[in-house]
C-alpha cells in the first residue's frame, strides 16, 4: 500500500509571496526525491485552469497527483479559515505555510495528519506594517492550528521559543530549517545580468523594505558609519516602496546616487547581484527566517548581523554579531578592513551555509509525519 503526502501547493498556483512560493516548490522538490520506499507526494492546489494545473505539475516533476479544490485561493482561504474544508480528504497533509485544512480529524484511528509552517511572526509582531485582513486572517489560522494542527514547523529554535510565547502549543513545534535554492550559484553570465538590473560592481547588499521592522534605517547608518563610499543596492522591496527607501538611506547618510532598490528578484538574478556583494548588512530584530542571510552563507558573501535570537540560531560563527547599530558599523568596517579579513569571513560563511539543505529539511519533514 501506498503512503501519500499531500502538499499544499498554494503559492505555486497563486503566489502572494516569493519566500514562501520558492520555499513551497524547494520544499515539494526536495520531499518527491526523498520519499522513502512506498511512499509518494501529491499536491492540492485551489481551483485552477488546466493550463496553471499543468504549469505546477510540470514545475515539479514526479508528483504522484494533484488535486484541484473547488474554490479559487482567496474564497478557499476564507474557507479554511473559517474551518470549511469540504472535499479535501484525509491523510498526510503538509503546508509550507499556514495556508492548510486545519479542521477536526482523527490522527490514532484514521491516520489523519495536519502540519502547518510559520516563517515570519510579523503579523504578530509588527501588525501595524500590515493589511488588517492580513492579521486576522494569520492569527485566525494560528488559532486553528493550536487546536487541529499535529505539528507546527518552524525554522529556527528562536522562533519556536517566541511561537510558544504567544500561545498553547504544546510539544507540537519542530525545528526544521529553509535553504537557499538547489543549485543556487553565482550565474556565468553575472555580468550581463547585473547591466541588465542596472547595477553597478562592488556594493553592500541589503534586503527589506521601509517597514519599520525591516530595520533598513539602521542598515543605512551602519553602512555610513563605516565610512565605505561604495554603493548600495537594497533587494525584496516591496512594489511601489523605492522613494520611501531612498529617503531613509539618505536620513541615513547613504548619498542618494549610491543607492540601487530592487524588488524581487529570480534565483539566477540574486545569485547575480551575490557575485558583485562585497558584504550583506542584515540589521532586522523580526522573528523571521532570514532568507538573503542563507543565500549570502550558501555563496560565501561576508555576513554582518543584528545580534536577534533569529541571526545567532542562523548564523553560529558564520558571520559578524552587532549588538546596536554603532556595533553593525564598526562590524561592517572590521570585516572588508583587509582582504585577509574578507578572505576569513568568506570561508566562516561558506562552511556555515553547508548546514542549510532542502534534501535535509524533505528528510526531517518525512520523519516528522513517520513519527505522528
Known amino acids: 500500500m501506498t503512503a501519500t503526502l499531500r502538499v499544499v501547493l498554494d503559492q505555486l498556483a497563486a503566489p502572494t509571496e516569493p519566500h514562501l512560493a520558492d520555499a513551497t516548490r524547494e520544499l515539494t522538490h526536495a520531499l518527491i526525491l526523498a520519499a522513502p520506499r512506498g511512499c509518494e507526494v501529491a499536491g492540492i492546489v485551489p481551483a485552477l485552469g488546466q493550463g496553471a494545473r499543468d504549469a505546477v505539475a510540470d514545475a515539479l516533476p514526479g508528483l504522484a497527483d494533484l488535486h484541484a479544490m473547488p474554490l479559487a485561493r482567496r474564497e478557499l482561504a476564507g474557507s479554511w479559515q473559517l474551518g470549511v474544508a469540504p472535499g479535501v480528504g484525509g491523510g498526510m497533509i503538509h503546508s509550507p505555510s499556514l495556508f ?80 537557499a535554492p538547489v543549485g543556487f550559484a553565482v550565474p556565468r553570465d553575472e555580468i550581463g545580468r547585473r547591466r541588465e538590473l542596472g ?55 547613504i548619498p542618494e546616487r549610491l543607492v540601487h532598490v530592487r524588488g524581487a528578484l529570480s534565483a539566477t538574478e540574486r545569485g547575480a547581484v551575490f557575485g558583485a556583494a562585497v558584504a550583506l548588512v542584515a540589521p532586522s530584530r523580526r522573528s523571521a ?38 556595533a553593525l558599523g564598526e562590524g561592517l568596517a572590521r570585516a572588508l578592513g583587509s582582504a585577509t579579513e574578507v578572505e576569513r569571513m568568506s570561508v566562516l560563511a561558506a ?6 539543505s532542502w534534501r535535509d529539511a524533505a528528510d526531517r519533514v518525512w520523519q516528522l509525519h513517520a513519527d505522528l
Open 100 to 179: 492548510a485544512p486545519l479542521v477536526r480529524h482523527d490522527r490514532v484511528h484514521d491516520n489523519d495528519q495536519t502540519v502547518v509552517t510559520v516563517w515570519d511572526l510579523r503579523p504578530w509582531e509588527a501588525p501595524d506594517e500590515l493589511p488588517r485582513t492580513t492579521v486576522a486572517w494569520h492569527k485566525a489560522m494560528l488559532k486553528r492550528a493550536k487546536k487541529h494542527a499535529d505539528a507546527i514547523v518552524v525554522p529556527t529554535h528562536a522562533m519556536a521559543e517566541r511561537l510558544s510565547d504567544l500561545g498553547r502549543v504544546g510539544d507540537r513545534v519542530r525545528v526544521i530549517s529553509g535553504a
Open 199 to 253: 547595477l553597478p560592481e562592488g556594493f553592500v547588499l541589503l534586503s527589506g523594505g521601509a517597514a519599520a521592522s525591516d530595520a533598513l534605517s539602521d542598515g543605512f547608518e551602519a553602512v555610513a558609519a563605516a565610512g565605505l563610499d561604495m554603493p548600495v543596492v537594497i533587494v525584496d522591496a516591496p512594489e511601489g516602496e523605492e522613494p520611501a527607501i531612498v529617503e531613509l538611506a539618505s536620513a541615513g547618510g
Open 289 to 326: 527566517f532570514p532568507w538573503r542571510v542563507v543565500e549570502a552563507l550558501a555563496l560565501g558573501v561576508p555576513v554582518v548581523a543584528s545580534d536577534s535570537p533569529v541571526h545567532t540560531d542562523v548564523l553560529l560563527d558564520g558571520g559578524a554579531l552587532a549588538a546596536d547599530v554603532t
Open 351 to 356: 562552511d556555515r551555509g553547508r548546514a542549510f
